[in-house]
């Protein structure tokens, strides 16, 4: 992993969306570069951030939290307590006595300002600092409705996560899941969608119908999922901001929703017929279907490449169920996994670098990835069942579901979870019931 870095700090340059943005000048920059694995966390204090008024005040206090909660969650960085801070926070709009902060052994510095305009919007503002190299490394000023607070925290989360890893940020995400509650054996299922810390969660379907597998488009706010109305399933084409929905079609020998395409033109499925499962395409303006496999074996779960060249799957064609990589015109199969025990879900990361999936081995299920030839297999989660990754969009993260043994009861506990590439970051995802299934947003335009 390439980091960034002035005197171990780590610095590049984003972009926001969706918010009126302002910018100040960065003055420094030095290139470090890291091992993969067990990074020590960053020690980073957070301020406060400041605001004339009470209820400015109360916002800005929200917002450092927030930012706060999104940059430890990544086990990269090491917020320090607030009660140490040796400079007050209202003077820092003065000036940052950069030796009070080495003090506390603070690496990096954030402040900010929170301000109600005469509109009603909110504008807040927020500075980085290298606290050794005495620099600012960037400083940006946002502009949305009031109500906007929680996710431009998340895109300031993103701004810091940038200039200090020299990646992506994926905080100004969401996650669509399943919720499920009650018995086993007559479960409701629901569609869900929250945060990718968890907040703002909403149901998107009623639980009149059960729901399963869904998938985010990697360019739009859309996600197909299965939906059995009546028994039968029907792929269902979901546009979140609208509500409004479509049918794509009946396919009774589908188990997995359809994965987008790169572009998000067109999906990828796996379909039964007569006993044989194949796997086939389908352009989404023209509803045209492309067979891609021609095998007797079940070949199922395909996941497009970020450059739409390929796919991979998994398939029983050698004799049990292993990963495959084919051309996007079905032709050139290869097989890709080798090690003991079954394989499934695969779903390729959008860097292309890396395709994770779920194995079934000695009787536990684990989460791991792999490169695109089956090279550096390495597992980052398990469990009695861990199922269903999902990249985040700088495909630096996993979400995935775990499921325990069931109780003396016979109750059975889903919940979702996060792990970063190195595996050392496990972090449940709280969701008001149970979860299963997650997908993960591209980032909000």
Sequence with gaps: MLIKATRGLLIAVVGVLGIAVGSFPVQAEINVSITE??????????????????????????????????????????????????????????????????????????????????????QVEFRLFDVYGEVMLEGRKL??????????????????????????????????????????????RRLAIMDQDGFNHKFLTNGRWDVFTPRFSPTSQEVTYLSFEG??????????PSGREETLGNFKGMSFAPRFSPDGNSVVMSLADR?????????????????????????????????????????????????????????????????????????????GDLIAFTRLSGRKFYIGVMKPDGSGERMLAEGYHVEGPTWSPNGRVLSYFKQGKSDSRGKVKSKVYTVDLSGYNEREVVTPLDGVDPAWSPLLQ
């Design 37 to 122: 694995g067990f990074v020590e966390p960053l020690p980073i204090a957070i301020a406060d951030f400041n605001g004339g008024q009470p209820e400015e005040q109360l916002i800005g206090r929200d917002i450092s939290e927030v930012i706060s909660g999104n940059l430890e969650r990544t086990g990269l960085f090491k917020p320090i307590d607030n009660k140490a801070f040796i400079q007050d926070v209202r003077s820092l709009s003065t000036g940052v006595r950069f030796g009070d902060w080495r003090l506390i052994n603070a690496q990096a510095l954030v402040s900010g300002k929170a301000a109600l305009l005469g509109d009603g919007r909110l």
């Design 275 to 351: 006993g044989n499962t194949e796997i086939y395409t389908m352009d989404l303006r023209t509803r045209k279907f492309s067979r891609l496999t021609n095998h007797p074996a079940i070949d199922t779960s395909p996941s497009y490449s970020p450059d739409g060249s390929k796919v991979v799957f998994n398939s029983d064609r050698g004799g049990s169920q292993q990963l495959y990589v084919m051309d996007i015109n079905g032709g050139n199969v290869k097989r890709i996994s080798f090690n003991k025990g079954r394989y499934a879900t695969p779903v390729w990361s959008p860097r």
């Design 231 to 240: 028994n039968v399933p029907k792929v269902k084409l979901l546009d979140i």
């Design 143 to 188: 502009t949305a409705p009031k109500t906007a607070w929680r996710r431009m925290s998340h895109q300031i989360s993103d701004y810091i996560y940038t200039e200090l890893t020299g990646e992506k940020g994926y905080f100004d995400t969401r996650i669509v899941y399943v919720s499920e509650t009650g018995p086993q054996n007559r479960r409701q």
